[in-house]
């Protein structure tokens, strides 16, 4: 096991009819304005923004509403909500709607405390120093992103998806009621729950060593998503498959499954960074394509580790460990295709005469991953397994 | 699920050459003087003493050492604390053992800043509105108080083990190096080991319904327990198996698999502590005893989760439920009896003509548990059940 460090101060509010805290919790930290961070519409269809406002207005925090953030959340978008935060002199910022909001929120965050341009942040040309104190409500389970201190954000114009991460952006105060997640579509509770696997994917196929207990949580949490992501499809409004997902989202990245380990991989999500930020796809269909493409192209770094998932996920204990493996990335792209997730790149509308643009541009920071260390050529390779 | 607030603000440093930080991390926190509380012996012998004192030294915090702390950890010695620090002005109580040395030192934290008597914190008289901060070393991964906010103390005249908790009494920072738990006798492993089994217990038996995320989790703790308690046995120094078990002592209590639950049972932990407040027996020797007796005679108000405890944890998977369950409460026994646990109250010294006493004892705050409701003769039926 390796050294850690685990500090994750966020305060999580989880059930029915939760979101009635958040005036009182603002009120609490001497919040007295913020900017209420939020998407287009959901949000004010599902109630979701009365129950936020109602709480707000009965607690008098004062807000001013930023709407209008998209998925894949952009770089201007957020630079826009740095101006207005500063020129309205919020004390906070209140995240309202999935991880593309809280993202741009906590870059907002940060941004308003930075005096440079905010890019720099992701560029490591600057270092978050401090940040606005960031609060939020979530209505789509899938990023993690309401606690943890990591966000991304795609600068367009140079179609870099990056992350950034910093103990300043961790949520002082989350609220997750699964009840209001019965309003999502089946495209995006499939998604998220295709992100939520590949979170912990990223972190079980890293190469840690003596890491027993955290492998077994982390399929305890892949096959509690695989398992209620089904019975979604079926009945989108159970709570109760709703909540097991909710938590599991969090728990997928809040760090608590990455402790001893070596990071995580990670690889997978930036080949998907870069289809995405060519191409205007789902974080989690993208995902949902280059995933078994990656384990197929690395699983002999660590065949111990791909067997066992094979036996502890799909139930595969019989044949060599080879066979094993490549059997149960068969059964994970029949998994993703049986809950309608896109499979191939070419299903994504993703051009193959971009492909070898696209693999520049996911190694352009540096090379991906950890388990095996993947350059241009490699990641090129993978989104040609991963084409049709 | 049931609705909950998760909240654990305690920072962990985890592993090798992790207790340099102590120094650091209270001059980060304005920290300048503190009250060193700990035990009579170990640290001292096995050099943790000197590398946190080295590591206070060179961070300039002034120490007033508080020694002499014992297992089952008594108000008057708490008391004596709460004088000494006040007295001395300590900004701060930095525990440096094990949870008894944890809870002396939560305790104390609280009562300097208590004007009443402390022990009314315990009763219910009074309410902790506030301590001073609380930082830990730990040297024996167990009662799981380096990463929560509880603590138990035993007013020896009443013979009262009680316990309170807290969200002013989590440390601010805890350091786990398992390196030092290489020279706790195999005695103090296997009690370790008990308690830590037990908390997983008391949490998963508590009757929670739609939490399968966190039986699968409480599952891959107890597995990873029982197996490394064994390699330890073996070979007291294997960094890798103090190490699982450290960390999985932290998780068995620190609320992460508590999250959805009906808030654990606790009957067992009540029926022990009424056990040591009157035997000076440690408390993983006594729950060893009480534990498997507890479950006898409740498990028949949930038969299914008796039953898959004795699938996942024992590999039982034919039969009835019944028999399944009293085969794996047999097979628990049997473990505990190999890892050199006592099984039987006899065994710990314990009068037969004692036992009424003992079980009035027990329900004198309120009848115990949540799975099934238990009254003075039930307690006494389970310490008869434990007898011999």
Redesign the interface.
């Known amino acids: 096991?390796?050294?850690?460090?685990?500090?994750?101060?966020?305060?999580?509010?989880?059930?029915?009819?939760?979101i009635k805290n958040i005036g009182r919790e603002l009120r609490e930290h001497g919040i007295r304005k913020v900017l209420l961070v939020c998407g287009r519409q959901s949000i004010f269809s599902t109630g979701v923004y009365d129950r936020v406002s109602a709480s707000l207005v009965g607690w008098h925090v004062d807000f001013v509403r930023f709407s209008g953030v998209q998925s894949n959340p952009v770089l201007s978008k957020v630079q826009e909500g740095i101006q207005l935060g500063r020129k309205e002199e919020v004390d906070a910022v209140l995240a309202v709607g999935g991880g593309s909001v809280f993202d741009s929120a906590k870059v907002i965050a940060a941004g308003v405390k930075h005096e440079g341009d905010v890019w720099d942040l992701f560029t490591g040309q600057a270092k978050i120093e401090d940040a606005l104190p960031i609060f939020g409500v979530l209505t789509l389970s899938a990023t993690g992103s309401e606690m943890n201190g990591n966000a991304v954000i795609t600068k367009a114009e140079e179609n870099k998806k990056w992350g950034i991460g910093s103990r300043h952006l961790y949520p002082r105060v989350s609220i997750i009621d699964p009840e209001f997640q019965a309003y999502l579509s089946a495209r995006d509770t499939v998604n998220g729950a295709v992100d939520i696997m590949s979170h912990v994917f990223e972190l079980y196929f890293d190469g840690s060593k003596?890491v027993?207990?955290m492998q077994?949580?982390s399929?305890?949490?892949i096959?509690?998503v695989m398992?209620n992501v089904k019975i979604l499809l079926t009945n989108p409004s159970d709570y109760?498959a709703r909540?097991?997902i909710a938590?599991?989202a969090t728990?997928a990245l809040n760090n608590?499954n990455g402790?001893?380990r070596r990071g995580g991989d990670w690889a997978a999500h930036d080949i998907e960074h870069s289809v995405s930020a060519f191409y205007n796809v789902a974080h989690g269909a993208g995902l949902a394509v280059v995933t078994p493409a990656w384990m197929r192209y690395v699983y002999k770094e660590d065949p111990k580790t791909f067997a066992r998932f094979a036996e502890k996920i799909f139930g595969i204990t019989t044949g060599p460990q080879e066979e094993k493996t490549l059997q149960a990335i068969e059964q994970l792209i029949n998994f993703f295709r049986e809950i309608g997730a896109p499979v191939t790149l070419k299903e994504l509308g993703v051009k193959y005469e971009d492909l070898e643009k696209m693999a520049g541009n996911a190694v352009q920071q540096r090379p991906l991953g950890k388990l095996k260390k993947l350059q241009k050529e490699d990641v090129l390779a993978i989104y040609k397994m991963a084409y049709e």
Do not use: C
Request: no cysteine; proline share 3%; aromatic share 18%.
């Open positions: 096991m390796n050294n850690f460090t685990y500090y994750n101060p966020t305060k999580i509010y989880f059930g029915k009819d939760t003596n027993e207990l077994e949580y399929e305890a949490i096959r509690t398992k109760e909540a097991q938590w599991a728990l608590s402790t001893g």
